[in-house]
Every structure is written in structure tokens, then in C-alpha cells.
């Protein structure tokens, strides 16, 4: 398997345009989670979902973002406006199962850059 | 409930002197324990992890740490440190509440390894 696929690897936009970030989980893992890692905060769980639904999102900083998963092998986390403080590396992971003995699987992550 | 605490955000050791990353764990459900290596521009990787069983556990490049429920820890070390073990370090817990379980993060150790 090639790993959790995370694209685009670098993006660059101006505020107030809407970014999409893309993730492809390692196939057969129903567990998905999104990460955002600045130097101030460290890496903060935004979302994550098990078999595609969404379990918890009490991460998300604001309505500004968003994160779908239509099946099993897509998400994508939106940000719509954004803005520069939303610069940072963003990460995507993947487990199998619910019970929480197994590890989760990084993407190479995407660094967003707003100007 | 669940959290993380790191102590030291920097930690500098000697070529071939010990390491040892500290990671006190609070969990309101038995806990699963890991630690992840980040090397710059990379995502993140699996050193070790706990589960349940022994409470000793290796992991790539010489690592281990021990849980110890007593302490609530699960410190990182290493006999002898090497000048590639420089990279940020994170402890994070998992546990399961009966329908899923998210990962939680402490805010990391960057380690500096001297000659």
C-alpha cells in the first residue's frame, strides 16, 4: 500500500479564497483523522470519523471549516474563507477499527500558506 | 476523557548519552499509548507503542519505553543517542469509549543530539 496519500503537498492562496484539502486513506482503515500542526498550538486534532461518519469535531476552529467524507477512501477538509492565521501543516491519518490499540498512519501532510 | 503532558519541549543530550523523553498520560478508559518520531518536512512515524501485555515495549531504532499505570507515564529512552535521533518527539494516547477513540497528542519534545 502507498500510505496515506495527502495532495496538494504545498498550496499557496490569497485570503479569502477557499482551500481544499485532499486525503486518501490506507484502503481498509475506517478510522480517519485531521491534524493541524503550527508552532504555537502543536498538532491539534480537528476532526476525525469511523466509517465515514463524523465523530467528533469539537477541534474545528470555526465555521470556516469543514471536512466531508463521501466513502471510504476520500475526505476532504475545506476552508472557505481563509484567512493567514490558518497557515500551517496539515495532516491527514488513518487506522483500522474503533478500539484503539492500533496505531494511526500519517499522510506527508500539506503546507498551507494564506497571504 | 484524555490528555497528554510532555515535560521538556527541548531536550539536548550528548552523542551516545541516554535519552529520555517523559510523557505523563490522563485517561478516563484503560489507555493505549504511543510514540511518534517527526523528522523535519515529514509527516508522522510510529516508534513504539502499548497496548496491553508487557509493560516494557521496544520499538524502531533502539527506543522503549515502560508504562507504568502507578505514574501514569510512559517515558521514552534510549541507552545511547545517535545524531539521526534528532527530530520531534511526540506521546499520545488513545482509548477506546465504545464506539470509537480518538488519538490525542501531547505537544512534543524536540531533541538535539550533540557531538
Known amino acids: 500500500d502507498a500510505g496515506v496519500i495527502q495532495s496538494p503537498r504545498h498550496e499557496v492562496t490569497e485570503m479569502g479564497q477557499e482551500v481544499t484539502l485532499r486525503c486518501k486513506p490506507i484502503s481498509g482503515h475506517n478510522s480517519l483523522f485531521w491534524y493541524r500542526q503550527t508552532m504555537m498550538r502543536g498538532l491539534e486534532l480537528l476532526i476525525y470519523?469511523?466509517?465515514?461518519?463524523?465523530?467528533?469535531d469539537s477541534g474545528m476552529p470555526e465555521d470556516r471549516f469543514s471536512a466531508k467524507m463521501p466513502n471510504a477512501s476520500f475526505s476532504t477538509l475545506k476552508i472557505q474563507p481563509s484567512e493567514p492565521r490558518d497557515s500551517a501543516v496539515y495532516f491527514c491519518?488513518?487506522?483500522?477499527?474503533?478500539?484503539?490499540?492500533?496505531?494511526?498512519?500519517f499522510g506527508q501532510g500539506t503546507r498551507l500558506t494564506v497571504v | 476523557a484524555q490528555s497528554v503532558t510532555q515535560l521538556g519541549s527541548h531536550v539536548s543530550v550528548s552523542e551516545g548519552a541516554l535519552v529520555l523523553l517523559r510523557c505523563n498520560y490522563s485517561s478516563s478508559v484503560p489507555p493505549y499509548l504511543f510514540w511518534y518520531v517527526q523528522y523535519p518536512n515529514q509527516g508522522l512515524q510510529l516508534l513504539l507503542k502499548y497496548t496491553t501485555g508487557a509493560t516494557l515495549v521496544k520499538g524502531i531504532n533502539g527506543f522503549e519505553a515502560e508504562f507504568k499505570k502507578s505514574e501514569t507515564s510512559f517515558h521514552l529512552t534510549k541507552p545511547s543517542a545517535h545524531r539521526r535521533d534528532a527530530a520531534e518527539y511526540y506521546c499520545?494516547?488513545?482509548?477506546?469509549?465504545?464506539?470509537?477513540?480518538?488519538?490525542?497528542f501531547g505537544t512534543g519534545t524536540r531533541l538535539q543530539v550533540t557531538l
Open positions: 470519523f469511523n466509517n465515514n461518519v463524523p465523530i467528533d
Open positions: 499520545a494516547v488513545r482509548g477506546f469509549t465504545g464506539t470509537a477513540s480518538k488519538l490525542t
Open positions: 491519518a488513518s487506522s483500522l477499527s474503533g478500539t484503539g490499540n492500533t496505531e494511526a498512519f
